[in-house]
């Protein structure tokens, strides 16, 4: 049975060497940048399959559902596999699987065909979702529980790196080329390096000695009586990173669109890209100040004001036109910033035994990412890009709602087995 991850140790001097956690978690940092680096760039895919196939938003999108439905599927089979072969085994076989999805671009770009483009992007996120099954409980572990949220927010600051530097990277390799010819060369180039880079680096933590985790021996065997379904905690958490994925997706899957239109940046997709950057550079910016203010401030409390900013920001960006809009729909990223580590921690607080799959279930929900940019495409066809940043909006509602509730739900779960 799953249980609270713990460090493994045969002997006093053993244990004393694994409290020291500065490589474990630095080696961590390194993967959440991967992860961070290859998601985001769908914010720059999407514009250039865009035009590549001649979609509307709605059909763009379903590169974004493609991508996250594989959280919804594969989350539960990766919290089982967690189970069985370990934390690091499941890391390598996450960085391999995302080295196939990588590969499987080439095909895709050389046949010109649209629902290959899919596919590899769900294999992809496959092996993302083995990553963020396997990774965010291991950081959460690796040090006292009540740090455990400043640990991810730190980890995710890296996640950060990745996503603000991902833009330019593919905004450089696919949005400066003309052309179908061009520009499948360019996808080609672009994803076998990331399959290159991914390889390499499942190579490097295969050799790495990192603390083994595993459920505390004293509470595997006993039953306490409590399911999963009964911490209502992690199901509202669950609930609260569907919508915050959904949100945080949504506004950075529109962002080059919203910047090209005339009112707003009226701009080219090249030049759009880059702004997609600072949109992720101020989580990155925002994580790195959330992991020293949640040591001294209560990690609700901090979620509801970011969740908050975000909505009076979109309000803003809503009913205003040029600079004014552009700013405030970049500074969402840097109140975006602690949410997902915060939602994270907060949502897997005190399950003990149950700790593995709160954490698939709440990966699994990691899907708001598939759904929500689909909605509000939707809502963009219908209407137009800057009516549709209502649905990321009333997404941060639900948010804050999580965070006025999170504590009680906690306390009521840790009463269940008292009782």
Same mark, same amino acid.
């Given at each position: 049975?799953?249980?609270?991850?713990?460090?493994?140790?045969?002997?006093?001097?053993?244990?004393?060497?694994?409290?020291?956690?500065?490589?474990?978690?630095?080696?961590?940092?390194?993967?959440?940048?991967?992860?961070?680096?290859?998601?985001?760039?769908?914010?720059?895919?999407?514009?250039?399959?865009?035009?590549?196939?001649?979609?509307? @938003?709605?059909?763009?999108?379903?590169?974004?559902?493609?991508?996250?439905?594989?959280?919804?599927?594969?989350?539960?089979?990766?919290?089982?596999?967690?189970?069985?072969?370990?934390?690091?085994?499941?890391?390598?076989?996450?960085?391999?699987?995302?080295?196939?999805?990588?590969?499987?671009? @080439?095909?895709?770009?050389?046949?010109?065909?649209?629902?290959?483009?899919?596919?590899?992007?769900?294999?992809?996120?496959?092996?993302?979702?083995?990553?963020?099954?396997?990774?965010?409980?291991?950081?959460?572990?690796?040090?006292?529980?009540?740090?455990?949220?400043?640990?991810?927010?730190?980890?995710?600051?890296?996640?950060?790196?990745?996503?603000?530097?991902?833009?330019?990277?593919?905004?450089?390799?696919?949005?400066?080329?003309?052309?179908?010819?061009?520009?499948?060369?360019?996808?080609?180039?672009?994803?076998?390096?990331?399959?290159?880079?991914?390889?390499?680096?499942?190579?490097?933590?295969?050799?790495?000695?990192?603390?083994?985790?595993?459920?505390?021996?004293?509470?595997?065997?006993?039953?306490?009586?409590?399911?999963?379904?009964?911490?209502?905690?992690?199901?509202?958490?669950?609930?609260?990173?569907?919508?915050?994925?959904?949100?945080?997706?949504?506004?950075?899957?529109?962002?080059?669109?919203?910047?090209?239109?005339?009112?707003?940046?009226?701009?080219?997709?090249?030049?759009?890209?880059?702004?997609?950057?600072?949109?992720?550079?101020?989580?990155?910016?925002?994580?790195?100040?959330?992991?020293?203010?949640?040591?001294?401030?209560?990690?609700?409390?901090?979620?509801?004001?970011?969740?908050?900013?975000?909505?009076?920001?979109?309000?803003?960006?809503?009913?205003?036109?040029?600079?004014?809009?552009?700013?405030?729909?970049?500074?969402?990223?840097?109140?975006?910033?602690?949410?997902?580590?915060?939602?994270?921690?907060?949502?897997?607080?005190?399950?003990?035994?149950?700790?593995?799959?709160?954490?698939?279930?709440?990966?699994?929900?990691?899907?708001?990412?598939?759904?929500?940019?689909?909605?509000?495409?939707?809502?963009?066809?219908?209407?137009?890009?800057?009516?549709?940043?209502?649905?990321?909006?009333?997404?941060?509602?639900?948010?804050?709602?999580?965070?006025?509730?999170?504590?009680?739900?906690?306390?009521?779960?840790?009463?269940?087995?008292?009782?």
């Amino acid at each position: 049975m799953a249980g609270i991850p713990t460090f493994s140790s045969s002997d006093q001097s053993q244990e004393s060497r694994l409290l020291d956690y500065r490589l474990p978690l630095a080696s961590m940092c390194v993967l959440f940048f991967f992860i961070g680096f290859i998601t985001v760039l769908n914010d720059v895919l999407i514009p250039h399959l865009k035009e590549m196939f001649s979609l509307n @938003y709605t059909q763009a999108m379903l590169i974004q559902f493609c991508f996250f439905s594989a959280y919804f599927i594969v989350s539960v089979p990766a919290g089982l596999l967690v189970h069985k072969v370990g934390y690091k085994s499941s890391m390598i076989f996450g960085l391999l699987t995302t080295a196939l999805g990588c590969g499987l671009f @080439y095909p895709a770009a050389s046949l010109h065909v649209y629902g290959l483009f899919l596919l590899a992007l769900f294999v992809l996120a496959s092996g993302l979702t083995i990553l963020q099954v396997s990774v965010n409980p291991y950081v959460a572990a690796l040090g006292p529980e009540r740090l455990a949220s400043s640990r991810l927010i730190l980890a995710q600051a890296l996640n950060s790196f990745g996503t603000t530097i991902g833009p330019f990277f593919a905004g450089m390799m696919l949005l400066s080329v003309s052309g179908i010819a061009a520009g499948s060369e360019a996808v080609k180039t672009q994803y076998l390096m990331l399959a290159g880079v991914l390889i390499l680096a499942s190579f490097i933590v295969k050799k790495l000695k990192l603390p083994e985790i595993h459920e505390s021996s004293h509470t595997v065997e006993v039953n306490d009586g409590r399911t999963i379904w009964q911490a209502k905690q992690t199901l509202f958490g669950a609930c609260a990173i569907f919508f915050y994925v959904g949100a945080e997706v949504g506004i950075g899957s529109f962002l080059i669109n919203y910047f090209e239109l005339h009112h707003i940046g009226n701009m080219s997709a090249a030049s759009a890209a880059h702004f997609v950057g600072y949109y992720w550079g101020g989580a990155m910016i925002g994580r790195f100040i959330g992991a020293v203010v949640t040591r001294v401030v209560k990690p609700q409390l901090a979620l509801m004001f970011n969740g908050s900013m975000a909505i009076l920001l979109l309000c803003v960006s809503m009913n205003t036109s040029g600079y004014l809009a552009m700013g405030s729909i970049l500074a969402v990223g840097l109140f975006n910033s602690i949410m997902f580590p915060t939602i994270f921690s907060l949502a897997i607080k005190g399950l003990e035994r149950h700790t593995s799959r709160g954490s698939g279930l709440v990966c699994l929900a990691i899907v708001g990412g598939a759904v929500m940019p689909l909605v509000q495409g939707a809502v963009a066809d219908i209407t137009d890009v800057q009516a549709s940043f209502i649905i990321p909006a009333l997404s941060y509602l639900v948010i804050i709602g999580f965070a006025m509730s999170a504590p009680r739900l906690t306390e009521k779960w840790r009463q269940l087995k008292v009782n």
